[in-house]
């Protein structure tokens, strides 16, 4: 069965976090994805873990792509760009504000070559406004956004989270807003321009925090591992020093876990006797359960709490939680283990070896049980990838005085190491916006899954643009 977005073709145009995991939960789904990198590479490429030359955190945020190197300060890497939009669907880029129209690639100039075209911009404080143009990472996105004045216990400094959280969230509306547009495009005929701010992506994550504020006119404050409305809703630490969390977000489930716990005679307690209640008088509820928690072993009282129907877990490092198997019947679903020597250098199914060392995390959250498993492969710099895919090659001809970019339809073999030019002896040239890759024999060409934005066949693209 064919992804959900196959067919789809989108470019890539942003580095680090938010802008490529958007573009990867694009791929998951099917999309061709193609990443649109400067000669110097994406900078996650520098991040470690490296192995064998390879960040395999950038394999991680960056798998099922394909990588084409432009330099956009040349005049032939902004034509061959225009022609790739002028028959894709999908613009993703993660500039800082302004950047791209500098270069003649922003929205307008992408829709004046292609009016049903989704552009998507990613930034830390959106297009528009006094700070558009201020500088924002992950971690003072989360400062701005007040995400991490909830965070940490009460009276003392603020606790970074210890996921990217602003990057992730935007990740996530990137990818929402891509995919309302191209449902719009399909519908309407008419492209779409997304704006997405990491800062408006965190306020509006934090949903309950910001009501509450609009509603009492009160900051909400930092409630260490306590929930904002509920308990017992938190973490408890066990008699063998592990820490478990339990939530009882109704009475019966409350009912249940005072049970487990041996404490039956206060379930009719007039104080713990609705969800308001419960929370109106959690000191008093914690003096009783807190103590019964740490009488037990983690994993006896899980089981307990399990048996019981109580929502719970104990709290796994990554090591632990490599081992889960959702299902040990799904290709998508396998569990994560570091690369050991005798693994095969590449495989087509995610959370196995990648390219020769680095593995990709099993990051599916999206399961498609119809469509099987992910590719799981990250491109080289300026490198296509994964087995059957189609390669872009960009060839710098100078006997024609032209420069063409050639989309060939072959059978490509995954590349399986590290250094993309050796392997296809590419070189730099003066006169060359874009790097010299040998052109594969002409083949005859195939369709391409129809999208709601193309019906066209993927053909070789452009003539002379030198």
Not at 140 to 151: D, H, K, R, W
Not at 287 to 300: I, K, N, T
């Amino acid at each position: 069965m064919a992804k959900p977005l196959a067919g789809v073709r989108v470019i890539e145009l942003a580095n680090f976090i938010a802008g490529p995991l958007a573009g990867t939960l694009l791929a998951d789904m099917g999309a061709d994805v193609l990443k649109v990198e400067p000669p110097q590479g994406d900078m996650g490429r520098a991040t470690p873990p490296i192995r064998d030359g390879e960040s395999v955190s950038f394999v991680a945020l960056n798998r099922n792509k394909r990588s084409l190197v432009l330099d956009l300060k040349r005049p032939q890497a902004i034509e061959i760009l225009l022609k790739l939009a002028r028959i894709s669907d999908v613009v993703l880029e993660a500039y800082r504000p302004g950047a791209l129209d500098k270069l003649g690639l922003g929205a307008a100039h992408v829709k004046a070559v292609n009016p049903r075209i989704i552009y998507t911009s990613v930034s830390g404080f959106g297009q528009s406004g006094p700070d558009r143009r201020r500088a924002g990472v992950n971690l003072i996105i989360e400062a701005f956004s007040g995400a991490l004045s909830v965070t940490g216990e009460p009276g003392k400094m603020p606790m970074r989270p210890g996921v990217q959280t602003a990057d992730v969230f935007g990740a996530l509306f990137a990818a929402y807003a891509t995919l309302a547009g191209l449902v719009g495009a399909a519908r309407n005929g008419e492209g779409r321009i997304a704006d997405v701010s990491l800062v408006e992506a965190s306020i509006a994550a934090a949903a309950w925090e910001v009501a509450e504020y609009l509603e009492t006119g009160k900051v909400p404050q930092p409630l260490g591992n306590r929930h904002r409305l509920n308990a017992p809703y938190q973490l408890f630490e066990t008699k063998d020093v592990r820490h478990l969390a339990i939530g009882t977000p109704n009475d019966a489930l409350f009912a249940r876990l005072m049970q487990v716990l041996g404490l039956d005679a206060h379930v009719g307690d007039a104080r713990f006797s609705s969800y308001s209640k419960r929370k109106a008088n959690e000191d008093a509820l914690l003096a009783l359960v807190e103590p019964a928690v740490q009488g037990r072993g983690c994993q006896e009282l899980e089981q307990a709490l399990l048996v019981a129907g109580v929502p719970c877990a104990r709290v796994n490092n990554f090591k632990e939680v490599s081992a889960f198997r959702q299902d040990a019947h799904d290709p998508q679903s396998r569990p994560l283990r570091p690369r050991r020597a005798r693994d095969r250098p590449a495989c087509t199914h995610a959370g196995r070896a990648l390219r020769g060392g680095a593995r990709s995390a099993r990051l599916f959250a999206v399961r498609d049980p119809g469509s099987g498993g992910g590719r799981g492969y990250a491109p080289g710099d300026g490198e296509g990838s994964g087995s059957g895919r189609r390669v872009t090659t960009a060839d710098t001809r100078e006997d024609e005085g032209s420069c063409r970019l050639h989309a060939a339809f072959s059978t490509s073999r995954p590349i399986v190491k590290n250094s993309w030019r050796r392997r296809l002896g590419c070189r730099r040239t003066r006169s060359s916006s874009i790097s010299r890759i040998p052109c594969p024999p002409p083949r005859k060409s195939m369709p391409v899954p129809a999208c709601a934005n193309t019906r066209r066949r993927f053909r070789a693209i452009g003539s002379g643009c030198g």
